[in-house]
């Protein structure tokens, strides 16, 4: 019986966030009789690693948090070398990265140690590289030395081949993939009580890290547009981020403060996502975000902005309504007129629920990736057979 083989999985941590979500759900995922997982986080553990433990997956830590390459040069060189030791005692047969220095990194690593097969991951589009220069020439080189990119989206995707040059038929689309059972549930009175919010109270919700491109104070500015023509609607913003405290200033500055509640991060998103009667995602970039699927999976009608790979999930005016980005007034208008229009609300919320199910399934995303890695398993061995006949 041949052993199953063994797949490097690499990410910066396992921190609460889209990207870490997928490649848990995707290792958990596994068909353990034929890939045999171990993940590596580049600077710390994160809290999503205890799900691994729960489903026997080691979780392997590096440490290279904290470090910057001009002034800890010897300490990122020392990690590297661990990178690569740690790799060569593995032996895996694929190495999957994950998130830009992830995948930076892995994949020197990997060629130092000498792994047959690398892959990297693009999550999002490449907006961040835009003043780094040596950014691009970094992922480029990486690039030289990689078997197959796998981008989310059509539109990262076509990110990824206008900026980084590579050929076409080196990258394969699979989108996001979520298991939409957890998310059918109705509304609980009593969650709804413990954050404060009015019996009677509409309720509109973001679920995004607090990071700038994810359009947080877009939406505050409309929620004070909402507020100025309809009365009892309150708003969550539900997760964590650097821009917390400018997003409070910002409501309170608004006048907002008894409509908006900050929740910060949490681990009961269905629960919060059954309270909810529309869920806005205002973000002015994207590559293929899971909040819009799990939202769609818990029937909710959502507004959108026209970004990235949103309307690849969104289906404008059936599934929800998409906006240009930085629009809070475009915010505002799409958002009162699914309050406004309950039938049509739930139709959209029905509509998103099925298109999850056909298109955006775990069970898809996850053998759709198992047959990338075959699939490039057996193109490496006839590659060696080939090379055998010749000599």
């Not at 909810?276 to 899971?290: A, K």
Request: charged fraction near 25%.
């Amino acid at each position: 019986m041949m052993r199953p083989v063994k797949i490097v999985y690499i990410i910066g941590t396992l921190d609460f966030g889209g990207s870490e979500r997928q490649l848990i759900r995707l290792v958990i995922g596994l068909d353990r009789s034929r890939f045999h997982p171990v993940v590596c986080c580049l600077s710390r553990r994160g809290p999503l690693a205890d799900e691994l433990a729960q489903h026997g997956v080691k979780v392997e830590i590096v440490s290279f948090r904290g470090l910057t390459i001009l002034r800890d040069l010897p300490q990122v060189i020392l990690r590297f070398r661990r990178l690569v030791l740690l790799f060569r005692e593995e032996k895996p047969d694929i190495l999957h990265g994950f998130l830009f220095w992830a995948y930076i990194l892995g994949t020197y690593a990997a060629k130092l140690a000498s792994v047959p097969i690398v892959l990297a991951s693009r999550r999002g589009l490449g907006h961040f590289k835009a003043d780094k220069p040596h950014y691009l020439f970094l992922e480029r080189l990486a690039n030289r030395l990689t078997d197959l990119i796998v981008a989310n989206a059509e539109a990262v995707k076509q990110d990824v081949l206008r900026q980084e040059l590579v050929e076409p038929s080196k990258v394969r689309v699979v989108y996001n993939g979520i298991d939409p059972s957890p998310y059918v549930l109705t509304a609980d009175p009593a969650l709804r009580a413990s954050l404060g919010v009015p019996e009677a109270a509409r309720v509109v919700g973001v679920v995004a890290n607090l990071i700038p491109y994810k359009g947080h104070r877009d939406f505050l500015h409309a929620c004070r547009a909402i507020r100025q023509r309809q009365a009892g609607i309150t708003f969550l913003l539900i997760g964590d981020g650097p821009c917390r405290g400018a997003l409070e200033g910002l409501a309170r500055e608004l006048g907002l403060e008894k409509d908006v509640r900050f929740l910060g991060t949490r681990r009961d998103i269905p629960q919060l996502l059954a309270l909810m009667d529309v869920v806005v995602l205002p973000s002015l970039e994207e590559g293929f975000p899971n909040a819009i699927l799990e939202a769609m999976a818990a029937g909710k009608p959502v507004v959108a902005t026209r970004v990235g790979g949103v309307p690849e999930a969104v289906i404008h005016g059936e599934t929800g309504l998409l906006i240009p980005p930085r629009d809070p007034q475009a915010l505002a208008d799409a958002i009162l007129l699914l309050l406004a229009d309950r039938p049509l609300a739930d139709a959209m919320g029905r509509a998103g629920r099925d298109r999850v199910a056909k298109n955006f399934g775990l069970d898809r995303m996850i053998r759709e990736t198992e047959a990338l890695y075959e699939e490039l398993l057996a193109a490496k061995a006839i590659a060696r057979t080939q090379r055998t006949d010749v000599v």
